[in-house]
């Protein structure tokens, strides 16, 4: 089982970055995104989940939504964080995480949810 994320950088604020997130080993009901900053806690950013055979929910935390976009390619086992419109609050390391168990905590984002994680990539919003 392996997640492994890329895409990280330093971007000017008011700029934009797509993280991706590979995975294999496994078939996911959950993938989704975290990100921890420095001095807080790891949150969830934004979730996709397959509820019922091909059906996809999503979630996103308050302070990105229509900021950020996640969606997967489930052909090449990979999900993608679209991320506009950043501020320098978005800076931190985010990690990509998964599931193979449905449940409220993971259909909401939680990271006691999730089973596996990636080593995270580090994104810097600064002028």
């Known amino acids: 089982v392996q997640l492994v994320e890329s895409g990280g950088g330093l971007v000017q604020p008011g700029g934009s970055l797509r993280l991706s997130c590979a995975s294999s080993?496994?078939?996911?009901?959950?993938v989704g995104w975290f990100r921890q900053a420095p001095g807080k806690e790891r949150e969830g950013v934004s979730c996709?989940?397959?509820?019922?055979?091909?059906?996809?929910?999503?979630y996103y935390t308050n302070s990105v939504k229509g900021r950020f976009t996640i969606s997967r390619d489930k052909a090449k086992n990979t999900v993608f964080l679209q991320m506009n419109s950043l501020d320098p609050e978005d800076t931190a390391i985010y990690y990509c995480?998964?599931?193979?168990?449905?449940?409220?905590?993971?259909?909401?984002?939680?990271?006691?949810?999730?089973?596996?994680w990636g080593k995270g990539t580090q994104v810097t919003v600064s002028s």
């Open positions: 995480a998964a599931t193979t168990s449905l449940s409220a905590a993971s259909m909401t984002c939680q990271t006691y949810g999730m089973n596996y």
């Open positions: 080993g496994l078939d996911y009901y959950t």
């Open positions: 996709i989940s397959t509820t019922d055979g091909s059906d996809e929910k999503t």
